[in-house]
């Protein structure tokens, strides 16, 4: 066929002919099969269809002289342009033969499943997709659940006019890159019924410290398209890879997300998704199950490997995962470079420091980065003012962006942004992907920043002090300090560090040390754990209705209370441990006075009021207490 490849005969050498999401589907079918990695099949219209397309319909001087007009940096010219080229683009008609090609591939797809009309997801590929310098991601459409040779056609057709999204425009403008040189290829692929399931994003590194030795895994239920565009807060499981490949079940963090929508297929009535409420039992469980957890975390480590073989350097990666409902069976979808960490030098500590020891803040979510930033808050709902809020045209250089989501037509304005803070999302949505691109401090999955903040309030977006990104009222004062690592003389003593958050434990690893001298276990307890443990065990007999509904909060997704405790306290130490691995880490039992003891949810039930606590019931005396042993049935010698 002239325009039509199977994916299975691509490799990432045809980057030029299929771009790059069709060349590493083709590479990891080729080679990875082998593994037991399981890719969906599917067929590739190479960039000469498109090509064709445009000649075909002689779109290319039109498409030339709006482009060629345009300010990048006027954002309603930027849109109104954007605009115009791909509705040139969607009125054009296919070449006969490239549309014959279309309709013969798709059916003999559809015939090997025994279909006459199989279900398929069409995507975008362009040429200029993760290159090792930038990341060309999410700018392009994809199209799910697509049946039948007529909606094929008009996907095809949506894909080819998504190369002139308005972010693709002005990310090219950004880097350097002709728009007539990139070229775009469809991917056509067998669905995978994750609306029946769960699917997601897995990364080699933790995206936020660039941590190289774990997989980070974002899943929700449903189509994976939500958890791209921020939809909802997806759960967050950490798996720690040298102990992966040593045959142990290394899972050192699991995060309950709030996943109270998904998307499914739709109706059958010209919508091809919809997305349905999920009921509270699913929503208060992990969406993949450990072992599950464990696969996906295989199978990106191997596919990391593969490819920093085939380049000769580290290449971490970016990988999308969907589980068939129909058959429990795991698929790879799409697998890229990631490009952010992958290039950063690591020769130079920037750290941010706050004051925030007397603060209250007005509400957190995930950090994205590590910096701070303060500005005045501009809340969105839109592009085009609607609701009562701004449009793109009066938002003001250097303000704070406060919106439920961002998708790519966004990224112009994000640009203009001192930080972001969103409603929805986890740490490979939307936002935050493109947060870390622009070096901006961002708070993902707040739940209601939009309410809770005002237009015009000054406010400072902390991400510095760990996972949980703070906004505080005003303009707090902060430090910028930046060291030079190769500046730093050499020792004859082995330094080894206090660590006491787990959560900034994978960033300090990249501090010179010769591992951990002190984790306090007092410290995991307060900042992960949250609840007195006694409050865990008996808080049903207090008749303590507000603390049994906070606690039953907490723990959803765990067994019991008591497997809540043991395992938030085995993922606090392991965490610690994989970031200084394989140096040593000591970690010391709780030594909390009943005064901080008091301090946790529902600690006042269970405390005595002690005059010094300082030389109270804590540490040893505790361990040795008989109410202490009756009530956790345990002797300490």
């Known amino acids: 066929m002239k325009y039509i490849v199977d994916l299975k005969n691509v490799s990432l050498s045809d980057v ?75 009125n054009g008609v296919f070449p006969e033969d490239l549309k014959n090609e279309i309709q013969t591939k798709y059916r003999e797809l559809s015939e090997t499943y025994g279909q006459t009309t199989t279900d398929v997801a069409v995507r975008s590929s362009a040429t200029a997709e993760d290159l090792p310098d930038a990341s060309f991601a999410g700018q392009q459409e994809t199209f799910l659940n697509v049946r039948g040779t007529e909606s094929i056609l008009e996907s095809v057709r949506n894909c080819f006019a998504s190369l002139f999204t308005d972010r693709a425009i002005s990310y090219r403008t950004s880097f350097g890159f002709n728009h007539f040189d990139v070229g775009l290829s469809v991917c056509v692929q067998k669905m995978v019924r994750s609306d029946l399931s769960s699917s997601g994003v897995a990364f080699s590194l933790d995206t936020e410290s660039g941590f190289k030795d774990v997989v980070m895994i974002n899943g929700s239920y449903g189509l994976g398209e939500m958890i791209v565009q921020g939809a909802v807060s997806p759960d967050e499981f950490i798996v720690f890879k040298p102990l992966l490949e040593k045959g142990f079940s290394p899972i050192i963090e699991k995060k309950l997300g709030n996943k109270n929508k998904k998307m499914v297929y739709g109706d059958g009535q010209g919508k091809l998704t919809k997305i349905i409420n999920i009921d509270e039992e699913h929503q208060s469980n992990f969406c993949i199950n450990d072992n599950q957890v464990l696969q996906i975390s295989k199978w990106v480590t191997s596919i990391e490997k593969y490819y920093s073989n085939l380049k000769g350097y580290w290449c971490p990666m970016d990988v999308e995962w969907a589980i068939d409902g129909l058959s429990n069976e795991l698929y790879i979808v799409q697998a890229r470079p990631e490009t952010i960490h992958s290039r950063r030098k690591n020769d130079t500590l920037i750290e941010y420091k706050i004051n925030s020891e007397n603060l209250i803040p007005i509400l957190k979510g995930s950090a994205i980065g590590d910096g701070v930033s303060c500005g005045q808050v501009v809340i969105m709902h839109s592009l085009d003012g609607r609701d009562g809020t701004i449009d793109v045209s009066e938002f003001v250089e250097g303000s704070v962006l406060v919106t439920d989501m961002t998708d790519p037509d966004w990224e112009p304005i994000m640009k203009k942004a001192s930080a972001i803070v969103t409603n929805k999302g986890g740490r490979t949505c939307h936002a935050a992907i493109v947060a870390r691109e622009m070096g901006l401090p961002a708070i993902v999955g707040s739940i209601n920043a939009t309410k809770l903040l005002k237009n015009n309030q000054n406010v400072t977006i902390s991400c510095c002090e760990g996972d949980i990104g703070f906004v505080y009222d005003g303009f707090i004062d902060y430090e910028k300090n930046e060291t030079n690592l190769k500046d730093l003389p050499q020792i004859p003593t082995p330094i080894m560090l206090n660590v006491g958050s787990p ?135």
């Open 16 to 90: 030029n002919l299929v771009g790059g999401k069709n060349a590493s589907l083709g590479e990891m079918i080729q080679h990875l099969g082998i593994l037991g990695i399981k890719v969906p099949n599917g067929f590739a219209i190479t960039v000469n269809g498109y090509r064709d397309f445009i000649t075909h319909n002689k779109l290319d001087k039109s498409i030339k002289k709006l482009i060629s007009k345009l300010n990048p940096d006027d954002i309603i010219e930027l849109r109104k342009t954007g605009l115009e080229v791909r509705e040139l683009i969607r």
């Open 503 to 637: 959560e900034s434990a994978f960033k300090f690893s990249n501090l010179p040390n010769s591992g951990v001298g002190l984790a306090r276990e007092e410290f995991i307890i307060n900042n992960y754990i949250k609840v007195h443990p006694m409050a865990l065990l008996k808080h049903k007999e207090l008749d303590d209705n507000k603390l049994t509904d906070e606690i039953n909060s907490i723990t959803k997704g765990y067994e019991n209370e008591e497997t809540f405790f043991v395992k938030k306290l085995s993922y606090g130490i392991a965490r610690i441990a994989a970031a200084f691995y394989p140096q040593k880490v000591i970690v010391r039992l709780s030594d909390f006075k009943s005064n901080e003891y008091k301090n946790l949810l529902g600690g006042i039930h269970f405390e005595p009021d002690e005059e010094n606590p300082m030389i109270g019931w804590r540490g040893a005396s505790r361990y040795y207490s008989d109410k202490y042993k009756e009530a956790f049935g345990m002797e300490i010698t």
